[in-house]
Structures are given as structure tokens and as C-alpha cells.
């Protein structure tokens, strides 16, 4: 992927084919690992391992150099022309931080800018008018491969000139959910400013638990779905269809979590039903939103949704230090977290697409009930697995939700061309068969990392997109709290930070995103 950096360390044409031809897999793969960590180090160092593994390879220390320094030239980091940037070897440098370049302005940056903050690389600030992405929504990979200095594959960077972030009028005027803007909470912000560090330190636990207590029992407290009766009325339980956790609200000196009825509550007192989630004003701080325009009325709405912070999960879990192994598991099966949208969804219908549900209780139920509880009733299900045959699944399903599924037993192609009748291209499937006010939810989890990445690139890409909601897993190696847990299908090459990038734009294209499979 490098071959360019190479081809540009002063090479002639004839240069650039030889290298072109002579350089191995293996090679440029060294190569752009070497690269990428003087990207990501702060002071613009090559990691020296890296860079003898490189040499290793057969590339020249003066060319693993040239390619590095290109491509912190290519972010915008030329310390010949930009005073406050850094050479690669410049001990005076400062995080872009501590000068005061980003902290004031993380929702504004594009998705190469966040990459480079991330990195410690230095960002101008804008100004008003060029806060959003001037230069075209970039897939994840493909933000990653420009912030690199790198040729951007067709697949993340073909519709670069779209402004995809901006989804226009509908043709009909009578759009119900016509996306304004997406606003970051405060508590995110602070996230999408940190979490590269916080990550690469292994911080994320011990931020939670001590400097962001406030935040985090403001956002338990938000989570409530059942709220029990004086005298035991500092207890809620917080209830994802299949767990229920227990929160003291009063104990704001710790966490006092229990998956179990703590021993101050008879077991004869009852638990009022869970309802749905509906974060007021109050919790501002800790919800973020979106905000839509109801064509046919004129009128503006706004959706609370969770926060992207911690690993992108329950955010105590892995964090807390449990009695029981058992219930160190259920911290990160717990999907209470998920904010869905509220009862009143304005549209024709409501379908889900699902992907990899082999049973009814691997996904399935939880979106249908928990999404019934929110007032939002599934008149079309479609499933797909490429392993479970539709007999297979019903006896697994609740009577009365058959008729509303459509089982079909296929692998799912990963880009558009490869589309067959037997192997359906879902972002598609999903335009062909929704109607432009039906609320579109789309699953993702077929454990295939490259099919996942390039369905969800595509969806951010497309301006045209009828996708509502997204629930996909980035798997990642750089999520240290979650990756021990994922057995296959993680992509070795992104941090945490890149995760978050991901999720930030499905949002900022008005795409309800959630990270939990």
C-alpha cells in the first residue's frame, strides 16, 4: 500500500516500477506498519521496531525514512512550511493538545483530522463555515490510508465528493426523518478528544471509575428502567430483556452494582415493569442527539441516543472487580446501555434486517422486544445466515413473530458487484425493498471482519443510504478490554479511536449507530 511513498522518495519512473515490482507482500506490509506508527507517535518517531523488521525486508533505512516523513507531510504536518508542526525528530514538539488546537472544537474536525488528533498531529482550527468534511466522508479505513499518506483504495474513497454527511431533501417533500445535525454530549466529546491516549495507556477503567464518577452515575441514572417504592426507592433496576442490573442511586461514592436482588430488598417487594428509555433535559450531559425534520409538518424532533465513551460497550465492564467470574461475563453481555429511539418512530413501517441470528435468542429477541418496548413494533423481519436453515430457526421463535420473518440461509456479499441472487449485497436489498418513510434497522455481526468493514463503508458513502439504525461490533485489537473476548474476525491494524470514527460518522449522517452485537 506504501508503493506510492516509495515511488515519491525521489524515483524515477523506471525506479518506481522496479520497486513496484521487487517489493513483497511481506515487504509492504513491514513498511506500512512502520509507517503508520511515526503517524501515531507524538513525537513523530518511527517505532524501532518497527523499523528494523522493515530493513528485515529488504527496504533501505533511508527509504523507510523518505516514506514516513511524505507521509506526515501528506496530514498537513510539513514542518517545512507549518511552524508549529514536528519532524520526525524534533524533541520540542508538543501534542497537539497542549497547544491548544483541539480541545475546543473535537465535533468539528473530518474524519482525516480525527485521525490525526488521535495521533498527536497537529490540526488548524476552523472556522465556522469549514467545520464540516470539506474534503468528502472517508470510510474508516480510507480516513486511516489518507491520514497515512497512502493511496486510497477504490472501495473507502470512490465517492469522495459527495457530501454524504449532509443528506438532502427528500424529492417528495414529504419525508418524515429528514437528518439535521447530530450533537455530540459533553461526555463524548470529551471521549472522541481522549480515548487514543486513554486507550493506549490502559486508562480506560480507572477514568471511569475515579475522574468520571459523575458522569457515569448520571448516566446509570438515566438508565433506569424500573424504579422501586420508599422505602427501598434508592434501588432501580436497569433491564435489557434478558438481565437485570441492580443500582443504588444514592451511592454516588461508588458503584454499587449487583446482577442479583441486593439483601435490603424482600424478595415479596415487587419490581414495577421496565419501561422504555426517554432521556430528558436533565441528562444532556451524558445523551447525545440527533435532531430531524418532519417534512410533512415543518417541525424539528430531536432523539437521544448513547454516548460513544469507554470501550464501546457497557462502560464498567471489565472495569469492575467482581466476586464471582460469572458475573465479570454478564458486565459485558449486558446491553442496558443502548438507548433505542423513543416510542413514536414516524414512518410507514418498521423493518429489521438481521445478519448472523442463528436462533431467536442470538439477537433477535432482544431487538424485537426491547424495540416493542420503546413502542416500536417490527412489521418486516429479515434474517440471514449462511449456516442456520429457516427450519432450523422456528422452533426457536415466538408464535406470534413468525408470519413478520423471512428466513433466508446465504453468505452476503460484501460490495455491490459481487451481488448475485443467492448472495444478496444488503445495502441494496434494503433500498429496493423499504419505501422512503419506512424505519430501516440494520444488524450486523457475520464475524467476517472485511465484509463487515466494507458493508458499513458503503452505507457511509452512499448518499443515499434509507438506513435508520445501525447495531454493529467493530472488532478491533486495539479495544484492549474487549478484544481477549473476540476468538476471530478482529482487524489487527486500528485502535479504538478508529472504532469510535466509525460510529461518530454513521451518526453524523443521521444513521442511529449503536456498538453492541
Known amino acids: 500500500r506504501f508503493l506510492l511513498l516509495l515511488g515519491a522518495a525521489n524515483a524515477s519512473k523506471t525506479q518506481r516500477r522496479y520497486l513496484r515490482e521487487e517489493l513483497s507482500y511481506e515487504a509492504r506490509k513491514a513498511l506500512s506498519q512502520a509507517v503508520l506508527s511515526a503517524i501515531q507517535s507524538p513525537t513523530g518517531e518511527i517505532d524501532p521496531a518497527a523499523m528494523e523488521d522493515a530493513i528485515s525486508k529488504g527496504i533501505s533505512r533511508e527509504s523507510i525514512l523518505k516514506a514516513a516523513e511524505i507521509a506526515r507531510q501528506k496530514t498537513g504536518n510539513n514542518a517545512m512550511s507549518d511552524p508549529r508542526s514536528v519532524t520526525l525528530k524534533d524533541p520540542s514538539y508538543k501534542p497537539a493538545e497542549e497547544q ?46 489518507k491520514a497515512a499518506g497512502m493511496p486510497v483504495t477504490a472501495t473507502s474513497y470512490e465517492k469522495q465528493n459527495s457530501k454524504t454527511n449532509e443528506i438532502p431533501a427528500s424529492s ?6 429528514h437528518f439535521v445535525e447530530y450533537q455530540s454530549c459533553d461526555w463524548e466529546k470529551i471521549w472522541l478528544a481522549k480515548v487514543y491516549d486513554w486507550s493506549n495507556k490502559r486508562q480506560i477503567c480507572s477514568v471511569l471509575m475515579e475522574d468520571q464518577k459523575q458522569y457515569v452515575h448520571l448516566f446509570l441514572k438515566m438508565l433506569c428502567t424500573s424504579k422501586l417504592e420508599s422505602p427501598h426507592d434508592k434501588w432501580c433496576v436497569i433491564d435489557d430483556g434478558d438481565l437485570q442490573l441492580w443500582y443504588n442511586t444514592e451511592n454516588v461514592n461508588e458503584f454499587e452494582l449487583s446482577w442479583e436482588r ?21 441528562f444532556e450531559k451524558v445523551a447525545s442527539k440527533l435532531v430531524y425534520l418532519d417534512e410533512q409538518t415543518g417541525e ?36 442496558g446501555f443502548v438507548i433505542p429511539p423513543p416510542p413514536v418512530v414516524r414512518g410507514d413501517r418498521a423493518i429489521l434486517y438481521d445478519t448472523g441470528s442463528t436462533s431467536w435468542t442470538d439477537g433477535l429477541k432482544y431487538i424485537v ?32 413473530y413468525i408470519p413478520s420473518i423471512q428466513k433466508t440461509k446465504t453468505a452476503l456479499a460484501s460490495l455491490p458487484e459481487e451481488a448475485l441472487p443467492t448472495f444478496p449485497f444488503l445495502p441494496a436489498v434494503m433500498k429496493e425493498e423499504a419505501n422512503e418513510n419506512d424505519y430501516v434497522v440494520f444488524k450486523l455481526d457475520i464475524d467476517k471482519t472485511l465484509i463487515e468493514s466494507r458493508i458499513i463503508d458503503f452505507i457511509i458513502n452512499d448518499p443515499e443510504t434509507n438506513v435508520d439504525e445501525v447495531i454493529w461490533e467493530h472488532h478491533v485489537t486495539g479495544n484492549y478490554l474487549m478484544y481477549p473476548d473476540w476468538p476471530k474476525g478482529v482487524s489487527t491494524e486500528l485502535n479504538l479511536r478508529q472504532s469510535y470514527e466509525y460510529f461518530l460518522r454513521l451518526r453524523k449522517k443521521g444513521i442511529r449507530a449503536h456498538s453492541w452485537i
Open 100 to 145: 491548544g488546537l483541539t480541545s475546543s472544537f473535537p465535533e468539528q474536525m473530518n474524519g482525516v483530522d480525527s485521525i490525526k488528533m488521535s495521533a498527536g498531529i497537529p490540526i488548524e482550527k476552523r472556522t465556522e463555515n469549514q467545520a464540516e468534511l470539506p474534503e468528502g466522508e472517508l470510510s474508516g479505513n480510507g480516513m486511516v490510508q
Open 172 to 177: 417528495s417533500g414529504n419525508k418524515r426523518r
Open 262 to 282: 441486593p439483601a435490603s430488598v424482600p424478595a415479596d417487594v415487587v419490581v414495577p415493569p421496565p419501561q422504555a428509555v426517554t432521556p430528558s433535559a436533565e
Open 300 to 335: 424539528q424532533y430531536v432523539e437521544y441516543i448513547e454516548p460513544l465513551v469507554s470501550h464501546l460497550r457497557f462502560p464498567l465492564s471489565a472495569c469492575i472487580n467482581r466476586e464471582k467470574k460469572e458475573d465479570e461475563q454478564l458486565d459485558k453481555k449486558f446491553k
Open 369 to 400: 422486544e426491547i424495540w416493542k418496548r420503546h413502542g416500536i413494533a417490527f412489521d418486516v423481519i429479515r434474517t440471514y445466515d449462511q449456516d442456520t436453515a429457516p427450519d432450523q430457526l422456528w422452533p426457536s421463535v415466538p408464535q406470534e
